[in-house]
């Protein structure tokens, strides 16, 4: 497939145009886009990658043996079969477990990014094919990146959306912030993705003209490029996971020093009485001071108290990012930020008081479009049964275990099945000698993927999934002005289909081919989504071509909404007239609901509780495990841009000269890094942007083992999740606390193994 015409297509990290020309598929981003993602370069090196799966391949002990518990998983052959026989199997061995066990004896995971496009959504597929065709699945709820937010936002204040998404804008920051204090930073790493697609990289120009301004950013956490340059920031390193101890320190100094918004506690809050009393220790006979947070923190008391004071009278903005909460007891300092924002009185107001995510995502900081778009329907799902969806290991080891979760006891269902479609949970699940052992248990892994990820090699069933250029689809996102017909720009890879087109052909074989595809195809579905987008745009008198129109252009622009400030502006403005949908109407800064459930890794209010994940003796540094740079998880590690930061094949880990020195690590030597539950090995870069105490090695490195026979063995590529915990974050969110973890660096001598992680394993090419 080769054009001359420069085609329209988007991805997580940017829209673009491209065309294929002799030496493959050229890219260019789109033209309104001030700050371009250099992620947009791993994907034309993706497209005809050794790493991709190439035709339907089934597990050789599943073939011959069937369905059943086996730890071979992930160190067994493949078969490679013709397509229909692979989907008669699957299809013959999903109609068995529904008529055995029943839709609640399959857990549809498919957790995962996938494509941009609104239609071949892979996890919107999934869901659909498995409540039109099976009647419903055990699902996930949450996500790994805001599990603990994602509970205890609306007990508090209101939902991620609300909070996260609808609340203060980048152009708010640009034109009335004076100070931002951001915990956890606001990597523009983590801004340049949004899920649906993203026309305009914003951030760093809004921070840019933030700081000419005047505005000063404070970074606070172990890593100071978590705000950019053009921020001007100062940067406070911090003992990892203490975030909370130093909120409470300086809401101490603002009550002791009468410097809070006595007014705005009183009308716009719930609790306060409560929390007063925990910072001022009535109960423990601790109070909360910065002498106090000073030992916990690793900063400075006076400097705790004069933060303190820069923090009032001026338009001050708290910002916590999804990182904090990705740890132990990560509840407490999203709830912490909150009430240290609400002791300042400035919430609601334009470039002011507390935004929980913000540069999380391409969306946070942004008005949403006044257009719907488009979205598959999934159907209804009869299964109640449910799981917080970093509790999978959990679920596969101890079926029938009871858990807490949100106030209620739930008990883990009993998973026959387990299909994933457009996600990798090798990449983002912690403990992964543990996952290994969960996959195990199961009677069938079923898995559509377009590369060879250590998730398709646990597999029983490999369908090779097309790549989102090897289709056609429409990019869109509530929070972008432009929707994108993404064009098909390559043929499919080897004998690869759409998700779409596998269901179909499934549901046929189960007799419910009409529920999935209510008789229409790609383009059909394609038509029927754009079409509420086209209506709404008639509507107000916009531009509103019909479908053809759409199909043939470069991108159709959509209004955004007024900058109203969400629900937090109205509420400032009446308290009375747009009250919260909280218990008292109110942000809660103490919580009798949370607290009449009676968890002592959550109480009633935000509290410091001391994390166990903490440095000692076998293991005294931080790792800590953030997204990477160079790619969106672990999509299309073996891309350009990702390959380009790795050093002799293997993932860079970041280390203090300090502490390099005092293990004889220099630069660029392999290390290996190691705790308890595992080992990997990296590359060492020397950097004093990485603060002493601490090792940073981000996630995404596709996991390799040395030998998949051991229990526990060697990752030779640095997959860090291999050494993080699998343990939630409280008994009220059961979040994933993959963020942080204490392990030991040493410079590893010994023979370096080969890194295997792209190389497809090797079929047998004939059926036993």
């Given at each position: 497939?080769?054009?001359?015409?420069?085609l329209?297509?988007?991805?997580h990290?940017?829209?673009?145009?491209?065309?294929?020309?002799?030496?493959?598929?050229?890219?260019r981003?789109?033209?309104?886009?001030p700050?371009?993602?250099?992620?947009?370069?791993?994907?034309p090196?993706a497209?005809?990658h050794?790493?991709?799966?190439?035709?339907p391949?089934?597990?050789?002990?599943?073939?011959?043996?069937?369905?059943?518990?086996?730890?071979?998983?992930?160190?067994?052959?493949?078969?490679?079969?013709?397509?229909?026989r692979?989907?008669?199997l699957?299809?013959?061995?999903?109609?068995?477990?529904?008529d055995?066990?029943?839709p609640?004896?399959?857990f549809?995971?498919s957790?995962?990014?996938s494509?941009?496009?609104r239609?071949?959504?892979?996890?919107?597929?999934?869901?659909?094919?498995?409540?039109t065709?099976?009647?419903?699945y055990?699902?996930?709820?949450?996500?790994?990146?805001a599990?603990a937010?994602?509970v205890?936002?609306p007990?508090?204040v209101?939902?991620?959306?609300?909070?996260?998404?609808?609340?203060?804008?980048?152009?708010?920051?640009?034109?009335?912030?004076?100070?931002?204090?951001?915990?956890?930073?606001?990597?523009?790493?983590?801004?340049?993705?949004?899920s649906?697609?993203?026309?305009?990289?914003?951030?760093?120009?809004?921070?840019?003209?933030?700081?000419?301004?005047?505005?000063?950013?404070?970074?606070?956490?172990?890593?100071?490029d978590?705000l950019?340059?053009?921020?001007?920031?100062?940067w406070?390193?911090?003992r990892?996971n203490?975030?909370?101890a130093?909120?409470l320190?300086?809401?101490?100094?603002?009550?002791?020093?009468?410097?809070?918004?006595?007014?705005f506690?009183?009308?716009?809050?719930a609790?306060?009485?409560?929390l007063?009393?925990?910072?001022?220790?009535?109960?423990?006979?601790?109070?909360?001071?910065?002498?106090?947070?000073?030992?916990?923190?690793?900063?400075?008391?006076?400097?705790?108290?004069?933060?303190?004071?820069?923090?009032?009278?001026?338009?001050?903005?708290?910002t916590?990012?999804?990182?904090?909460?990705r740890a132990?007891?990560?509840?407490?300092?999203v709830?912490?930020?909150?009430?240290?924002?609400a002791m300042?009185g400035?919430?609601?107001?334009p470039?002011g008081?507390?935004?929980?995510?913000?540069?999380?995502?391409?969306?946070?900081?942004?008005?949403?479009?006044?257009?719907?778009?488009?979205a598959?329907?999934?159907?209804s799902?009869?299964?109640?049964a449910?799981?917080?969806?970093a509790r999978?290991a959990?679920?596969?080891?101890?079926p029938?275990?009871?858990y807490d979760?949100?106030?209620?006891?739930?008990?883990?269902?009993?998973?026959?099945?387990v299909?994933?479609?457009?996600?990798?949970?090798?990449?983002h699940?912690?403990?992964?000698?543990?996952?290994?052992?969960?996959?195990a248990?199961?009677?069938?892994?079923?898995?559509?993927?377009?590369?060879?990820?250590?998730?398709?090699?646990h597999?029983?069933?490999?369908?090779?999934?097309?790549?989102?250029?090897?289709?056609?689809?429409?990019?869109?996102?509530?929070t972008?002005?432009?929707?994108?017909?993404?064009?098909?720009l390559?043929?499919p890879?080897?004998?690869?289909?759409?998700?779409?087109?596998?269901?179909?052909?499934?549901?046929a074989?189960?007799?419910?081919?009409?529920?999935?595809?209510?008789?229409?195809?790609?383009?059909?579905?394609?038509?029927?989504?754009?079409?509420?987008?086209r209506?709404?745009?008639?509507e107000?008198?916009?531009?509103?071509?019909?479908?053809?129109?759409?199909?043939n252009?470069?991108g159709?622009?959509?209004?955004?909404?007024?900058d109203?400030g969400?629900?937090?502006?109205?509420?400032?403005?009446?308290?009375?007239?747009?009250a919260?949908?909280?218990?008292?109407?109110?942000?809660?800064?103490?919580?009798?609901?949370?607290?009449?459930?009676?968890?002592?890794d959550?109480?009633?209010?935000?509290?410091?509780?001391?994390?166990?994940?903490?440095?000692?003796?076998?293991?005294?540094?931080h790792?800590v495990?953030n997204?990477?740079?160079?790619?969106?998880?672990?999509?299309?590690?073996?891309?350009?841009?990702?390959?380009?930061?790795?050093?002799?094949?293997?993932?860079a880990?970041?280390?203090?000269?300090?502490?390099?020195?005092a293990?004889?690590?220099?630069?660029?030597?392999?290390?290996?890094?190691?705790?308890?539950?595992?080992a990997c090995?990296?590359?060492?870069?020397?950097s004093?942007?990485?603060?002493?105490?601490?090792?940073?090695?981000?996630?995404?490195a596709?996991?390799?083992p040395?030998?998949?026979?051991?229990?526990?063995?060697?990752?030779?590529?640095?997959?860090?999740?291999?050494?993080t915990?699998?343990?939630g974050?409280?008994?009220?969110?059961?979040?994933?606390?993959?963020?942080?973890?204490?392990?030991?660096v040493?410079?590893?001598?010994?023979?370096?193994?080969p890194?295997?992680?792209?190389?497809?394993?090797?079929?047998?090419?004939?059926?036993?």
């Amino acid at each position: 497939m080769t054009t001359t015409a420069w085609l329209p297509h988007s991805s997580h990290w940017g829209a673009f145009s491209a065309r294929m020309g002799a030496a493959g598929l050229e890219l260019r981003p789109h033209p309104a886009d001030p700050d371009p993602s250099a992620l947009l370069h791993n994907m034309p090196t993706a497209l005809n990658h050794r790493a991709r799966v190439a035709q339907p391949m089934v597990r050789r002990g599943w073939l011959e043996r069937g369905p059943g518990p086996d730890a071979r998983r992930g160190r067994d052959e493949f078969v490679a079969l013709p397509w229909d026989r692979a989907l008669d199997l699957l299809g013959a061995e999903l109609a068995r477990v529904r008529d055995q066990h029943g839709p609640g004896a399959v857990f549809g995971g498919s957790y995962g990014w996938s494509s941009a496009g609104r239609f071949h959504h892979a996890q919107s597929q999934v869901h659909r094919f498995l409540n039109t065709v099976l009647g419903g699945y055990v699902r996930s709820v949450n996500s790994y990146s805001a599990g603990a937010s994602g509970v205890i936002l609306p007990r508090i204040v209101g939902t991620m959306e609300d909070v996260a998404r609808r609340n203060v804008t980048w152009e708010a920051v640009a034109q009335h912030s004076e100070i931002v204090l951001a915990f956890g930073g606001m990597a523009l790493k983590n801004s340049a993705v949004a899920s649906g697609g993203i026309s305009r990289h914003v951030e760093r120009g809004a921070m840019d003209q933030a700081a000419r301004r005047g505005c000063q950013f404070i970074c606070i956490g172990p890593l100071r490029d978590d705000l950019p340059e053009e921020a001007r920031a100062e940067w406070w390193p911090i003992r990892p996971n203490t975030d909370t101890a130093l909120m409470l320190a300086l809401a101490h100094t603002l009550l002791a020093e009468s410097l809070h918004d006595e007014a705005f506690l009183a009308t716009h809050t719930a609790g306060w009485p409560v929390l007063r009393g925990y910072l001022l220790g009535e109960a423990d006979g601790q109070p909360k001071h910065a002498e106090w947070a000073a030992p916990i923190t690793g900063i400075d008391a006076t400097r705790i108290r004069d933060l303190a004071r820069r923090l009032t009278g001026r338009r001050s903005l708290i910002t916590v990012a999804h990182s904090l909460q990705r740890a132990e007891f990560g509840e407490q300092p999203v709830w912490m930020g909150l009430a240290l924002a609400a002791m300042l009185g400035q919430i609601g107001l334009p470039g002011g008081g507390y935004h929980y995510a913000l540069g999380a995502l391409g969306h946070t900081g942004r008005r949403s479009v006044a257009v719907p778009i488009a979205a598959l329907p999934q159907g209804s799902n009869a299964v109640r049964a449910f799981i917080p969806v970093a509790r999978i290991a959990d679920m596969l080891l101890h079926p029938a275990e009871g858990y807490d979760y949100d106030g209620r006891s739930y008990a883990y269902p009993d998973i026959r099945t387990v299909y994933w479609a457009g996600g990798n949970p090798f990449h983002h699940h912690q403990d992964l000698n543990r996952l290994r052992r969960a996959f195990a248990r199961v009677d069938t892994l079923v898995v559509h993927e377009s590369a060879w990820t250590a998730t398709a090699r646990h597999a029983d069933i490999v369908l090779p999934a097309t790549l989102t250029m090897e289709r056609e689809d429409i990019g869109g996102a509530p929070t972008d002005p432009v929707l994108i017909p993404m064009r098909r720009l390559a043929e499919p890879f080897g004998q690869a289909r759409d998700d779409f087109a596998i269901f179909a052909a499934l549901a046929a074989r189960l007799g419910r081919e009409h529920a999935f595809t209510e008789s229409r195809d790609v383009r059909g579905w394609l038509r029927h989504l754009y079409e509420p987008t086209r209506a709404a745009l008639a509507e107000r008198g916009l531009p509103a071509p019909d479908f053809d129109g759409f199909w043939n252009g470069p991108g159709l622009d959509l209004p955004f909404a007024p900058d109203d400030g969400g629900i937090l502006r109205r509420f400032r403005d009446d308290p009375a007239g747009q009250a919260l949908h909280t218990p008292s109407g109110r942000i809660e800064l103490a919580s009798e609901v949370i607290a009449g459930f009676g968890y002592a890794d959550c109480p009633g209010h935000p509290a410091w509780i001391a994390p166990r994940d903490v440095p000692h003796a076998a293991a005294p540094l931080h790792l800590v495990a953030n997204q990477p740079a160079t790619r969106l998880h672990s999509q299309l590690d073996f891309g350009a841009t990702s390959q380009a930061a790795k050093r002799r094949g293997r993932e860079a880990m970041r280390i203090h000269p300090d502490d390099a020195a005092a293990r004889g690590i220099a630069d660029r030597d392999v290390v290996r890094l190691f705790n308890a539950r595992g080992a990997c090995l990296a590359t060492a870069t020397l950097s004093d942007a990485v603060m002493q105490g601490v090792v940073h090695l981000p996630t995404g490195a596709w996991y390799d083992p040395e030998d998949p026979a051991q229990d526990a063995p060697l990752c030779v590529h640095g997959n860090p999740n291999v050494l993080t915990r699998d343990v939630g974050t409280s008994s009220l969110a059961q979040g994933c606390t993959g963020q942080l973890t204490a392990v030991e660096v040493e410079r590893f001598t010994g023979n370096l193994p080969p890194v295997r992680a792209f190389d497809p394993p090797l079929p047998i090419l004939a059926a036993v």
